[in-house]
């Protein structure tokens, strides 16, 4: 097996070699000769050498040239670890260069922590296309060029592109037999903020407006057992976010979620099944029918809280997984 430049090799690498050992160790290599050969002498200046790196030098034989000694004397630059990746996903009708998820990256990315890969996707139409978000997320994901193997990294997502992430998440990363359950053990965290499948009374420990108890995503679907480093960023009014999971007016906005997301029937809260109890139920069913639309008018006048996120905790949570 090669092992590296020994004695009796012959090569013009040695002579270079030769040549950079004479300048840099001139105390014990000055009088290395000009040839091709790895000779006795090169052997003992390169023992010498090895030794005076002793700490600093991986694994070697001594008076062979093997790549760590190249790098350790500076004959070739030690390759540098990948940075890691933060991915970011944002909402609908957004810039993938805007809004919470991308100030976050980039200012975390102008700190020599990460590199940041924004995910683009089809959010500009409706019925939601989210499926443009999640190949493309799965399609980065499994670059290993992007993302060699072993790299750390972490999702910022938001709104609709909250549904992108936590549909990757829950369907090819989570499961043992996902296409991207490989990818785990280099994840480092999430941010998602205004996740429409946010877990019933998940959020992350720094929000100062929290959403009220009792709440959850406004999805059909949302995240189970939520990780400790999958942060939950949500406020008090983000109709996204702050469902209450006990309500028949809940159910309606879940309705209408899924009318959105060109899903009519085939469930329980879908809007056809609702209309179909104001039918069978008509006082309590319009009351909460009502009670629905006048809270999405109202979200919709102001959505204030569906944004103005405090960075700082997740920029400071983030750079300190990664």
Known sequence: ?????????????????????????????????????????????????????????????????????KYVMGWL????????????????LSSMWVG???????????EGVCKWQPVGYDNVSLPFKNHTGINELKRLLGDRTLLPVGTPW???????????????????????EGSLHWRLNDWRGTVAFGNPYREKDVIAEW????????????????????????????????LYAENPSDSEASEFRTAIYL?????????????LNQLVEVVQRPVPEVVAMVQAIASGVMFLGNMSSHGGYDLRPCIDFLRQRL
């Open 1 to 69: 097996m090669w092992i590296g430049l020994g004695l009796g090799d012959i090569s013009d690498e040695i002579r270079a070699i030769k040549a950079f050992m004479r300048h840099k160790f001139a105390s014990y290599a000055g009088g290395l000769a000009d040839t091709s050969l790895y000779d006795m002498a090169m052997v003992n200046a390169v023992t010498e050498m090895q030794r005076r790196y002793a700490g600093k030098i991986g694994d070697h034989v001594p008076g062979v040239i093997n790549v760590e000694t």
């Open 77 to 92: 630059e030690r390759p540098r670890a990948p940075k890691p990746v933060v991915f970011t996903v944002e909402g609908h």
């Open 100 to 110: 919470p998820c991308a100030e976050t990256a980039r200012y975390l990315e102008s």
């Open 259 to 271: 009318a959105v997301q060109n899903k009519w029937s085939g469930h329980p809260d879908s809007l």
């Open 207 to 238: 929000v100062p407006d929290p959403p009220k108890p009792g709440t959850q995503g406004i999805s059909h679907i949302r995240i189970e057992n939520t990780d400790p480093h999958w942060k939950e960023v949500s406020r008090r009014g983000d």
């Open 154 to 176: 972490a999702m910022c997502i938001f709104s609709q592109g909250g549904i992108v992430g936590s549909e990757v998440w829950m369907r090819d990363i989570l499961p043992k």
